[in-house]
């Protein structure tokens, strides 16, 4: 399984064999958690659009954003696509795609619709094909990312492209440095990794187009975003609140020591607020499917 760490490597940085408390998506399933996606979505906006404008997303056409989460890609395809355009969107937490389908209609989006859909289990993708199947933070959160690549390409219907955003997490950092980003860095790596998640997926994603019979990318796309410690680091520490449960299972940290870090952190960005905080790089990368012949 790609992206798995090997036993010995898990084992020595961890204290406990105990599976986090959550199912494959670490990050959880709360409120708190839905409306950290939806401020994360609203960052990577202009980079989500300028990738389906490179694509000449156009009206009329028919979209799925696997993985759809909140739904704020949703709006950009449908904004894209018009009325007579179609976007679906793919997941398996049912209630996160209930709240998005609401927050879309209620925008006039009606061209939106959702599905509840496993997107790591072997079964078809309903609806397929598509012009445009979408996927943002998808690869980094499931097992077998290939595989479930190939399905995704799978679904993309003759002439139309499959589009990929995913996480490198290596580079987050704060200049001048802080010990507290340095311990969030290894809680949340550590439990990622321990979980079996690939922290460098978006640096992967030609290896992983390979590895699905896609063949190299047409394009890719890399954005960066470097914020004052005052205003970025308000998503580092819901990062490290939503992980702390599963960073607790896989003995990286305590539950107290989480609480410590948190008021600690909260220092750091009063008192070195104009510290240069260094987001994740956000890797874009898209293949067209040849047209079928007449």
Excluded: N
């Excluded at 790609?2 to 494959?24: E, F, V, W």
């Excluded at 609806?127 to 690869?139: H, N, T």
């Excluded at 219907?157 to 990929?164: C, F, K, L, M, S």
């Amino acid at each position: 399984m790609r992206g798995r760490a090997p036993a010995r490597t898990i084992s020595a940085m961890t204290s406990t064999t105990t599976a986090p408390p959550h199912d494959g998506y670490v990050l959880g399933h709360t409120q708190e958690e839905y409306e950290r996606l939806r401020a994360q979505a609203r960052v990577w906006e202009a980079a989500t659009a300028r990738v389906l404008d490179r694509i000449e997303l156009g009206r009329g056409a028919r979209c799925l954003d696997a993985g759809c989460g909140p739904g704020e890609t949703m709006r950009l395809m449908a904004q894209r696509v018009g009325p007579a355009g179609t976007v679906v969107g793919a997941d398996r937490d049912v209630a996160i795609g209930a709240q998005a389908i609401g927050m879309l209609h209620a925008a006039g989006h009606h061209q939106c619709a959702f599905e509840p859909v496993d997107l790591d289990a072997d079964a078809p993708i309903p609806g397929a094909p598509y012009d445009v199947v979408y996927a943002r933070l998808l690869l980094f959160h499931v097992d077998e990312p290939a595989a479930v690549l190939r399905r995704l390409w799978e679904a993309v219907a003759p002439g139309g492209h499959v589009v990929i955003h995913d996480y490198d997490l290596h580079c987050i950092d704060v200049l001048p440095a802080l010990a507290t980003v340095d311990e969030c860095k290894r809680v949340v790596l550590g439990a990622f990794t321990a979980a079996g998640r690939d922290v460098g997926t978006g640096h992967a994603l030609p290896l992983l187009f390979a590895q699905a019979g896609l063949g190299a990318p047409d394009g890719t796309d890399v954005a960066g975003r470097l914020d004052p410690l005052r205003d970025g680091g308000r998503m580092l520490a819901a990062v490290h609140r939503s992980l702390l449960p599963a960073a607790v299972a896989f003995g990286l940290t305590t539950p107290e020591a989480g609480e410590r870090w948190q008021a600690d952190f909260e220092s750091d960005m009063h008192e070195h607020g104009d510290h240069a905080l260094l987001w994740p790089l956000l890797v874009g990368a898209w293949k067209r499917k040849p047209a079928e012949r007449a």
